[in-house]
T-cell receptor, first 114, second 117 residues
């Protein structure tokens, strides 16, 4: 079954430190890849997406992600964490086709310490 | 662009009652999706519409769940005879697709949180 795995349900970093949230997908056929962020009691906001083209994708709020086909990975990074980055982050895949539905990872909750 | 709107934001009801949630997508979006999110989990796909046609409904959790999008604009999700396990956040999303393979991002509403007493 197609799936997406996020390593670490909870990541804690200090303010100003590097943020690295890991994501691996299961298919040898590259899907469309997204990262979404969810703040408490809110819906999800798109951070960035990869469909085709350049494998390093830049998103909002200083986040970026790199698609690595050989590793079936799409890790999310930010060079310097800010307190406002504390939220839950979801790696999401869409394998296309008629369903059109997104497959979500279980999420990684990011905490930022002052 | 006013975003995806969901109502109500919170719904508390007794077990066995029926509930209905409404979703108003971004106006020019032709696809509308429903998801369920339980505590500590990512959203789980339920169903989706392209315009007024419901193209996928096999993921609806049981026959107590149904969704409509009668005029291709807003949608409703109904749960009949609610159970304790139905307590969750119900999210709606919309996107604009031109028959492509789903590479357009989905825009999410803030969800309806359902609590069953």
């Amino acid at each position: 079954a197609q799936s997406v795995t996020q390593l670490g349900s909870h990541v804690s970093v200090s303010e100003g430190a590097l943020v690295l949230l890991r994501c691996n997908y299961s298919s040898s056929v590259p899907p469309y890849l997204f990262w979404y962020v969810q703040y408490p009691n809110q819906g999800l906001q798109l951070l960035l997406k990869y469909t085709t083209g350049a494998t390093l994708v830049k998103g909002i709020n200083g986040f970026e992600a790199e698609f690595k086909k050989s590793e079936t990975s799409f890790h999310l990074t930010k060079p310097s964490a800010h307190m406002s980055d504390a939220a839950e982050y979801f790696c999401v895949v869409n394998y296309g086709g008629s369903q059109g539905n997104l497959i979500f990872g279980k999420g990684t909750k990011l905490s930022v310490k002052p | 662009d006013t975003g995806v709107s969901q109502n109500p934001r919170h719904k508390i009801t007794k077990r066995g009652q029926n509930v209905t949630f409404r979703c108003d997508p971004i106006s020019e979006h032709n696809r509308l999706y429903w998801y369920r999110q339980t505590l500590g989990q990512g959203p789980e796909f339920l169903t989706y519409f392209q315009n007024e046609a419901q193209l996928e409904k096999s993921r609806l959790l049981s026959d107590r769940f149904s969704a409509e999008r009668p005029k291709g604009s807003f949608s409703t999700l109904e749960i009949q005879r609610t159970e304790q396990g139905d307590s969750a956040m119900y999210l709606c999303a919309s996107s604009l697709e031109f028959g492509g393979p789903g590479n357009q991002p989905q825009h999410f509403g803030d969800g309806t949180r359902l609590s069953i007493l």
